[in-house]
């Protein structure tokens, strides 16, 4: 089954750095887009980042552009987001989604990870 694991959360100071992980498995991951979301409490799901197959990153969040980096690694299956200079407003879950395409009902399915939190406070 898809699986989506993320790691490297954690506690940082404004101003520091994290590299979030998300290890997939149970799909083909070399033919998947790739994106990165976050949600703080009371707000929705916002899009932070996303990468193709070939390894073109967008970064969507306005409020992270240029502090964030968006990568991957198809031989190990994983995407990372590069996270410098973070502020007390990137607090929030960080999830690893992907979009397959389900050949026996027609639809594309999404798949999440169960998160990584990551808090900016000094």
């Known amino acids: 089954q898809v699986q989506l694991v993320e790691s490297g959360g954690g506690l940082v100071q404004p101003g520091g750095s994290l590299r979030l992980s998300c290890l997939a498995s149970?799909?083909?991951?070399?033919?998947?887009?790739m994106r990165w979301y976050r949600q703080a409490p009371g707000k929705e799901r916002e899009l932070v980042a996303g990468i193709t197959v070939t390894g073109a990153a967008n970064i969507h969040a306005k409020s992270v552009n240029g502090r964030f980096t968006i990568s991957r690694d198809n031989a190990k299956n994983t995407v990372w987001l590069q996270m410098n200079n973070l502020k007390p407003e990137d607090t929030a879950m960080y999830y690893c989604?992907?979009?397959?395409?389900?050949?026996?009902?027609?639809?594309?399915?999404?798949?999440w990870g169960q998160g990584t939190q990551v808090t900016v406070s000094s």
């Open positions: 149970g799909f083909i991951f070399s033919r998947s887009d």
């Open positions: 989604q992907v979009v397959l395409y389900d050949v026996s009902w027609d639809i594309d399915r999404e798949y």
